[in-house]
């Protein structure tokens, strides 16, 4: 593929909302996007045209409408827009593909506390009250008290397990600045 041409005043123009400017900008950028998008969900087991489309109908929404935010984010001094263009694309196919996988688990909103933390005795951690929901609070608890895996966790409560290790990052947290102060 021949180099984007984004001149300074390409850029410019296409960040007034110049109609030829993008025009120009468009042809040029599809066949990038759809390529960086292609290589990123079929390195992730999606090979979907489908999928390809929505993901490229996506960029480009990004890149050409609302208020043009994110064009405006490019810096030349960082590196070249067809590197810049493909880290956007590549991105936006991973935040698809995350959205999508959420789709298959119950959203941890919709777990009952009671569910998640069934009563196993006494407990080896005193977790200090009002510091952590119920839901971290279990998360903490199956982690380092019943030594479940991040993925045992998630099949547990029927979420992702990305979510598990977010729960136990912010609870983390948390309870060191309860610590700390």
Sequence with gaps: METVPLSPQRL?????????AWRILFDHVQPLIR??????????????????????????????LGER????TYDPERGTFKTWLAIVSRSTAVDYLRRREAVR???????????????MGE???DLP?????PRQRSVIRMLFEDNLSTGEVAEK???HPQTIRSLRHTSLAKLRHHYAH
């Design 35 to 64: 390529k960086a998008v292609h290589w990123t969900l079929r390195r992730y087991g999606v090979d979907e045209p489908a999928d390809v489309e929505d993901v490229c109908q996506e960029v480009m929404y990004r890149l050409f």
């Design 69 to 72: 935010k994110l064009l405006s």
């Design 157 to 159: 409560m029927d979420v």
């Design 129 to 133: 009250q009002g510091v952590l929901s």
């Design 105 to 119: 688990f119950l959203p941890l909103d919709e777990v009952e506390p009671a569910a998640l933390e069934p009563d």
């Design 123 to 125: 407990r080896l951690l």
């Design 12 to 20: 410019e123009d296409c960040l007034m909302g110049d109609p030829e």
